[in-house]
């Protein structure tokens, strides 16, 4: 689940038993992973969400898949006036070419601008956070995140400067914006591209 600090909460479904789980925020994203065998029905998901839901604010998705190794450049968010206390968020997923095979492939995103708002205290108004999406058996920062691995600070960045500066590579990344106030700024720029890998035997 995501908030405006980030992901704030998850949770791992793992095994067939039907589940009810509450959690709170704003976002919720859904992963499902599979190891390439095709035994069973996938899953079914409903939820419900507060009764008061502000359907006022403008709705965009693009569906878009990188092609691979075709470097693809990203605005985020698009140039513009935010909207007081926006949430947006930015998925940039991977493409598995090989169907029913299971492939050790990645991408690697580079961050190439961000500018968001700063007050005059020097203090971050609006605030992005990146995580990239891993394989689970890699060592996640604490609190555990499954899929997830912060790349910023945890209280997010706003500033060139508060780049870590490695390329983010995972199987994708997501991309949180979080405002407090109306800004024009530039946000975020990057760049994202998946390089060719081949099958491997399970």
């Known amino acids: ?4 600090t980030g992901i704030s909460q998850s949770y791992t479904f793992e095994d067939t038993t039907p589940d009810f789980v509450v959690l ?7 992963l499902f992973q ?3 065998t095709w035994h ?7 939820y419900t969400a507060e009764e008061e839901i502000d359907a006022t604010l403008k709705h965009y998705e693009d569906h878009a898949i990188i092609g691979i190794e075709n470097k693809t450049t990203l605005k985020f968010p698009e140039s513009g006036v935010y909207q007081n206390s926006e949430l947006s968020v930015l998925t940039v997923m991977g493409k598995n070419i ?28 609006d605030k992005i956070h990146i995580y990239q999406i891993v ?3 890699l060592p996640p920062e604490q609190p555990k995140l499954n899929h997830f691995r912060r790349y910023t600070p945890s209280e997010g960045m706003c500033q060139w400067t508060d780049i870590p500066g490695d390329l983010i590579q995972g199987y994708g990344i997501v991309v949180i914006l979080a405002t407090d106030e109306q800004g024009t700024t530039s946000g975020l720029g990057l ?3 998946q390089l060719p890998q081949l099958p491997k035997s399970i």
């Not at 689940?1 to 405006?4: G, H, K, P, T, V």
């Not at 069973?40 to 409903?46: E, K, T």
């Open 1 to 4: 689940m995501i908030d405006s």
């Open 24 to 30: 709170y925020g704003t976002v919720a994203i859904v």
């Open 34 to 36: 599979t190891d390439g």
């Open 40 to 46: 069973f029905d996938g899953f079914a998901l409903s």
């Open 98 to 125: 090989h169907i029913g095979q299971y492939i050790d492939w990645h991408m690697d995103v580079d961050v190439r601008s961000v500018q968001l708002e700063v007050g005059s205290d020097g203090q971050c108004r």
């Open 135 to 137: 394989t689970p058996d």
């Open 191 to 193: 760049d994202a591209w």
